[in-house]
């Protein structure tokens, strides 16, 4: 499986590329720490809610800093999904190299 670094998420953003960004932590975690325009569906849910999901598009899978997105990713390349990606550190990493106001928990 492949990995993104938080700078090359931050130039996709920057670049108008298109992406979606998938956020599969739980929702209480979108209150402590979030990044604008994910799709959020937690990783408990994720298997039942693949149809949700654009086959054809590139997906990167972030967390909280990079486990779960690790196993979602594989689970998007598994079910058909030919461009998943783990954000490499998840939100926690984004938070600490590109966006300092963001807390880490």
Same mark, same amino acid.
């Given at each position: ?17 298109? !992406? ?10 979108? !209150?402590? $720490? ?30 909280? $800093? #990079?486990?779960? $997105? ?9 079910? #058909?999904?030919?461009?998943? !990606?783990?954000?490499? #550190? #998840? ?15």
């Amino acid at each position: 499986m492949d990995e993104l670094t938080v700078e090359e998420l931050k130039s996709k953003i920057e670049n108008s590329e298109p !992406f979606t960004l998938l956020d599969v932590r739980e929702p209480h975690e979108y !209150f402590m $720490s979030d990044l604008e325009g994910t799709t959020r569906i937690p990783m408990d849910e994720l298997k039942n809610r693949l149809n949700e999901l654009e086959k054809d598009e590139e997906i990167i899978v972030m967390c909280r $800093s #990079g486990n779960r $997105s690790a196993n979602a990713a594989k689970m998007l390349l598994e079910n #058909g999904y030919k461009k998943a !990606f783990n954000l490499k #550190g #998840g939100i926690n990493e984004w938070a600490k190299k590109i966006d300092p106001t963001l807390p880490e928990y």
